[in-house]
RNA sequence: GCCCGGAUGGGGUAGCGGGAACCUCUGGGACUGUGGAUCCCAGGCCCCGGGUUCAAAUCCCGGUCCGGGCCCCA
């Protein structure tokens, strides 16, 4: 009996890691520039942190198991409680603001379709002890040159929790009203809104602000306190030349999040469109500790992997073609090129010159180094350049990188 | 959790009640010191379990996995 691998994991072939790898690089390099440094959480935490963050029915959606000691724990869903905790746990007395990132697997158990998994990597930052527009308006920037660098299409939308909110103030069980907005389900908000009494102007007002998408200029009508916060937001990403939609239908439900809520989108996904989502938060006293604010967001990794464009770092790759009399020289040369960085190839199956040559076509090798009897009398061998066929006889003790130049 | 479609050598496909076929691939050889072409030899498959039938890759039921969508999306 063959054993799969689990339903909704991946293997990851040599080619598609070489993009994966490049393409975390990238955003690495970009979050390090904005003084972000990385951070590594547990892959499980006591399934307690998460149901403290989403609530009890997430259970379903997770990993959970007991261990051998009868805690009840989880994979990690999602990496924000962890680093929330992380920085509880020790972190409360470093200089803030703190800006950590981070890019892990999580796991989550649902229904794998195009672009979600039940393992799938998330990059993620950060930004812990703000609560400024500034803080917000630097955590969107970084995520949105992190898809520009990657050639990710897409479009950014920016909403505010706080506006909504302030409009259902005083509205019992307001949280179905807030998740009908931002499933944007007309009819069922309708009726609710109805069902809960919700009076006339209240409802008119959502339905306007519901609707309101564009540039700055929307809010201009909006006298609501957090709409000025979100207008200096705007204001501070004009600065950093950030392309966006305002649109105040997104809100999310979640108690937690405490202002500006984000979505990059791109089109070029399935039903799975959003690759990029984050917000404003305070999550640090949900879990225990001194009230913190906190803005950060989290990049689908393999949905943008899907729709990227990354240039793959090229090494020069070199296959030694050896005879059995030569073989202890061909080592010897392939490590001290190996030690100046070439990839180098030797054969391990006893093959003939003809099928090392063969097998350096195949691996699409750029150069192969024959090592003969004839040309080591000499103190030579002999470098074939695999793309054009031509082919040298030149010194050991020359032997150079140089080359080696496609 | 729900709906639709699918699963045939490692990869891609044909067959859809009665001989399992093709392309590619992998290893070796033709050619014992020179790759990409050609030819030869070898390797390996009907997703799993049950049922119908004289006979099942083929029809039926259940399961698993994949793809698309719904729900959900922390």
Redesign the pocket.
């Known amino acids: 009996?063959?054993i799969?691998?689990?339903?909704?994991?991946?293997d990851f072939l040599p080619e598609e890691m070489e993009k994966r790898r490049a393409v975390e690089k990238v955003m690495r390099r970009i979050a390090e520039s904005y003084g972000y440094r990385e951070v590594m959480t547990p892959t499980f935490e006591h399934s307690e942190l998460?149901k403290i963050?989403?609530?009890e029915?997430?259970v379903?959606?997770?990993y959970v198991f007991l261990d051998k000691g009868g805690r009840e724990m989880a994979l990690r869903?999602?990496l924000?409680?962890p680093v929330v905790r992380m920085f509880l746990d020790c972190c409360e007395v470093l200089p803030k603001p703190l800006r950590f990132y981070y890019f892990s697997n999580c796991f989550?158990?649902?229904?794998?379709?195009?672009?979600?998994?039940?393992e799938f990597w998330q990059f993620g930052a950060e930004l812990i002890g703000s609560n400024s527009c500034l803080a917000e308006a630097e955590v969107i920037s970084l995520a949105y040159e992190i898809l520009k660098a990657l050639k990710v299409e897409f479009e950014l939308k920016i909403g505010h929790v706080g506006i909504m909110r302030k409009v259902l103030s005083g509205i019992e069980n307001s949280e179905k009203i807030m998740?009908l907005i931002?499933?944007k389900?007309v009819e069922n908000l309708l009726s609710e809104m109805e069902r809960l009494e919700v009076p006339k102007d209240v409802r008119e007002k959502v339905l306007m602000l519901m609707d309101l998408k564009g540039d700055l200029s929307i809010l201009e009508d909006v006298k609501i306190e957090e709409a000025d916060r979100l207008k200096k937001l705007a204001e501070v990403l004009e600065d950093y030349k950030v392309k966006y939609k305002l649109d105040l239908g997104i809100v999310?439900?979640?108690d937690y999040y405490t202002g500006v809520v984000f979505e990059f989108y791109s089109e070029k996904?399935?039903?799975?469109k959003?690759i990029c989502?984050g917000g404003s938060y305070e999550l640090a006293s949900l879990f225990g500790g001194k009230e913190t604010p906190a803005t950060g967001f989290?990049i689908g990794f393999d949905r943008v992997c899907e729709i990227c464009e990354v240039d793959l770092e090229k090494r020069v790759k070199v296959v030694v073609?050896s005879?059995k009399e030569?073989y202890s020289k061909a080592i010897e040369i392939a490590k001290k090129l190996r030690e100046k960085d070439l990839i180098v190839i030797i054969d391990v199956?006893?093959?003939?010159?003809?099928?090392?040559?063969?097998?350096?076509?195949?691996i699409?090798?750029d150069f192969?180094l024959?090592v003969?009897?004839?040309?080591?009398?000499a103190g030579e061998v002999?470098i074939?350049?695999?793309?054009?066929?031509?082919?040298f006889g030149v010194k050991i003790s020359d032997l150079s990188p140089a080359l080696f130049v496609k």
Request: hydrophobic share 30%; glycine share 10%.
């Open positions: 009996m063959k799969e691998r689990p339903r909704g994991t991946r998460f963050k989403s609530g029915e997430i379903k959606e997770m869903p999602e924000t409680a989550r158990y649902e229904r794998p379709q195009r672009g979600r998994f039940r998740h931002d499933k389900d999310r439900g979640l996904l399935g039903a799975q959003q989502g989290a073609v005879f030569t199956m006893d093959r003939s010159v003809k099928k090392q040559l063969s097998f350096a076509n195949d699409s090798a192969a024959i003969g009897g004839r040309e080591l009398e002999l074939k350049n695999l793309r054009s066929g031509e082919q």
